[in-house]
């Protein structure tokens, strides 16, 4: 975009600032980046204070990432676990939420630069910027093994292992040499945290159970999942036994477990795992995270995973005005990294925005950020979850229903609490998945030309349809 375009954009955008927020101009413009959990906290916390907040997120949702699994194994639609930030925080008055994508920032003009599809470095104006930008999958330096083994961390990823799954089932049913069967009905799957484990248990469940009598030439039962790790053993962050309950239960559902074994080679034939290639078409990318670009962005100091360094109050060392939360932040608590889980980004966002009214309000000093652990968990299975929370640790039943109920309540909204705790009961009580279509958003049939009798006799008073497909 040339610069008249830029500068045109801008003076837009503080037009309609002046419209819409008759304020004086002493009030200070609080600019969010990132609609995750860390930053809707922040902007929910400032919900009563006496700023101007601009929030922009790249996607037009806050999703939930912890039930992203389901969503790729068909147990919920993409609308249960996600929704518009601005029906979120449409009651908020002073919060204008912008869809774009910050590509920069300029610390001496105190503003970030914003894409969108028509425009580019639209410079939007901070007093306090509060950036919270996540996470994006790490290949450990093999960027090249992500064409063939997606990973978990948008809606888009989840519709593309879902579409992947099932398609493998469509393909295996439709083809008559039966030795290509066991390529097709090999599911692998990289990384044996929790992402890993839930899905690996959820696709076992999906072929044993949901899928189990709707083929004729093939047995969906006989699938081969196979869940590899680097480590010693599956979820590192949880204790010795949760983490071999885990793996008994996985084994209980057919899952081959292959603690210390990391993937070698990914290829469109499959993987290489210590010499052996284990042929499949359908492997799975659940291992490592990077940092969003936020480090580079503010040349700051960042760890060795690239997140950036934040003091104890979550600010930028060196820029007071600047704050740094979420899975983007590196703060370490009683000599350990703080873990990249939702309940440290919404603690850290709330902190923030409690720090920024108490210093509006002319209040100085806010004790330095402490994470309260609530505990971990994760599901295998139905109706099978592990938590360990203090000393407690449980497994079974019991975790699972304490699984649900959490996973509940911290669903953005209420309409979507009520359509996850519905469609759970029905798939736990039928096996009946929520959303188990083959959705393939690159494919457009074209419109057929009509002949013009047919053109011509249509009705007048139909709108013209307007689809909007994005595959990101
Ligand atoms: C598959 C999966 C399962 C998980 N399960 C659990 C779990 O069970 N329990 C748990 O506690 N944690 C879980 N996590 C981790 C948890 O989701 C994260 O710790 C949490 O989302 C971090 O919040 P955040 O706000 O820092 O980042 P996010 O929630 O990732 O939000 C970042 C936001 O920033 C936006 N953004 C990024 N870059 C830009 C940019 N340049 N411009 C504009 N917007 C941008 C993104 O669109 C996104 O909306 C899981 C994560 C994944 C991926």
Redesign the pocket.
């Known amino acids: 975009m040339n610069q008249a375009k830029a500068a045109s954009m801008h003076s837009e955008l503080e037009l309609t600032r002046e419209r819409k927020y008759a304020m004086p101009e002493s009030v200070p413009w609080v600019v969010i ?9 922040a902007a929910k916390a400032l919900k009563k204070a006496a700023v101007r907040i601009i929030l ?4 037009n ?9 389901q969503v790729a194994t068909a147990v919920l639609a993409p609308g249960q676990i996600s929704s518009p ?1 601005r029906e979120i925080l449409r009651r908020q008055k002073n919060t204008t939420v912008i869809m ?4 920069g920032v300029d610390k001496d003009q105190r503003c970030v630069f ?1 894409k969108s599809p028509d425009r580019e470095n639209v410079p939007v104006k901070y007093d306090y910027l509060i950036l ?4 994006r999958h790490s290949y450990f330096g093999h960027d090249q093994f992500e064409k063939f083994a997606p ?4 809606l888009a990823n989840a519709v593309e292992i879902r579409n992947k799954v099932l398609r493998a089932f469509e393909q295996a049913e439709t083809e008559e040499d039966v030795s290509r069967h066991r390529d097709l009905l090999t599911f692998v799957l990289i990384g044996g945290g ?2 890993g484990v ?2 690996a248990a959820a696709i076992a469940v999906l072929v044993r159970n949901s899928l189990r009598s709707e083929f004729r030439r093939i047995d969906p039962t006989s699938a081969r999942i196979v869940l590899l790790d680097a480590a010693p053993r599956l979820l590192g962050s949880f204790s010795e036994s949760l983490s071999q309950a885990a793996k008994k239960q996985l084994e209980r559902l057919g899952v081959e477990v292959r603690p210390g074994h990391a993937a070698d080679q990914i290829d469109e034939k499959g993987v290489i795992v210590a010499g052996e290639r284990i042929a499949s078409k359908t492997v799975i990318w ?1 291992a490592g ?1 990077a940092p ?3 480090g580079k962005w503010l040349d700051a100091e960042t760890d060795r995973a690239g997140r950036v360094r934040v003091q104890r109050d979550l600010r930028v060392p060196g820029n007071p005005e600047i704050f740094v ?5 590196s703060l370490d608590q009683d000599g350990k990294p703080l ?8 603690q ?2 709330r902190y923030v925005g409690k720090l920024i009214r108490r210093r509006i309000a002319g209040k100085n000093g806010q004790r330095p950020f402490r994470y309260f652990d609530k505990g ?3 599901v295998v299975g139905k109706g099978f979850a592990v938590i360990q929370s203090g000393k407690l640790q449980m497994s079974g039943f019991l975790a699972w229903l304490a699984w649900a109920a959490v ?1 509940l309540e911290f669903l953005a909204q209420p309409g979507l609490r009520i359509s996850v705790f519905v469609q759970w009961i029905w798939t736990f009580v039928t096996g009946q998945r929520g959303s188990r279509l083959i959705v393939d958003h690159t494919r457009i049939e074209p419109a057929k030309s009509r002949p013009a009798m047919a053109a011509s006799t249509a009705p007048s008073s139909q709108p013209p349809v307007t689809a909007v497909v994005s595959s990101k």
């Open positions: 980046v990132g609609g995750g959990f860390a930053g809707l906290a922009i997120d790249r996607t949702h806050h999703l939930f990432q912890p039930l992203l699994y930030i774009g994508e910050v590509t914003v919270a930008t996540g996470v990973g978990l961390k948008s929790p992402t839930e899905m659940t995270v969003s670009p936020a939360i979420g899975d983007t932040a873990p990249g889980v939702a309940q440290v980004a919404m850290q966002g971990n968990m994760a996973h």
